[in-house]
T-cell receptor
Framework: EPEVTQTPSHQVTQMGQEVILRCVPI?????FYWYRQILGQKVEFLVS????????KSEIFDDQFSVERPDGSNFTLKIRSTKLEDSAMYFC??????????????FGPGTRLTVT | AQSVTQLDSHVSVSEGTPVLLRCNYS??????LFWYVQHPNKGLQLLLK??????LVKGINGFEAEFKKSETSFHLTKPSAHMSDAAEYFC????????????FGKGTRLSVIA
């Protein structure tokens, strides 16, 4: 069964460093998402991406964050200058299309980011 | 704005007994509602979804949920718990029109005692 994959599973970085989290969505999917979950808190939406541009973003997704689909398979989340409060589990998701009745977001296993 | 309240942060049941995980939602639009499960060190897996068809929705692994508009609830049930059901469960709401961000509840951790 096709699945969303994410690498690395765990990333440790120092405050102020740049990190890139990588995701490979399911191959025929068109919409891509990043969510994060700070330990003990809710899963929160960050950004959605369609047709090579951001379609929606939350207030969390500030100028420190960017997303990119550099080739036909990868979808990346970059944090330019990490802060302690960026420590969280980051989930990538994808969906085939935007119609309500087939709508299901498939999630990857997550990348745990630890900022020290 | 949409929101989800999961009424219990932790539920503990004995193996073979029924499971009830409670969820209430708030939505300005006709909602889509979902239950996702997360096993340790695994991604989020869709259990079931409601998208304005039948109000009683059957999912994987024997789970089901009933959409009750009058009560703004979407509780998850299973007649008989199995040890493998121990996990974190998330109730999620989205706009029925699709391709909108999912709004998650805080999650309910289900423990199953042998």
């Amino acid at each position: 069964e096709p699945e969303v994959t994410q690498t690395p599973s765990h990333q440790v970085t120092q405050m102020g460093q740049e990190v890139i989290l990588r995701c490979v969505p399911i191959s025929n999917h068109l919409y891509f998402y990043w969510y994060r979950q700070i330990l003990g808190q809710k899963v929160e939406f960050l950004v959605s991406f369609y047709n090579n541009e951001i379609s929606e973003k939350s207030e969390i997704f500030d100028d420190q964050f960017s997303v990119e689909r550099p080739d036909g398979s990868n979808f990346t989340l970059k944090i330019r200058s990490t802060k302690l409060e960026d420590s969280a589990m980051y989930f990538c998701a994808s969906t085939r299309d935007g119609t309500a009745f087939s709508y299901e977001q498939y999630f990857g296993p997550g990348t745990r980011l630890t900022v020290t | 704005a949409q929101s989800v309240t999961q009424l219990d942060s932790h539920v503990s049941v004995s193996e073979g007994t029924p499971v009830l995980l409670r969820c209430n939602y708030s939505s300005s639009y006709s909602p889509s509602l979902f239950w996702y499960v997360q096993h340790p060190n695994k991604g989020l897996q869709l259990l079931l979804k409601y998208t304005s068809a039948a109000t009683l929705v059957k999912g994987i692994n024997g789970f089901e949920a009933e959409f009750k508009k009058s009560e703004t609830s979407f509780h998850l049930t299973k007649p008989s718990a199995h040890m493998s059901d121990a996990a974190e469960y998330f109730c999620v709401v989205s706009d029925l029109l699709g391709n909108t961000p999912l709004v998650f509840g805080k999650g309910t951790r289900l423990s199953v005692i042998a």
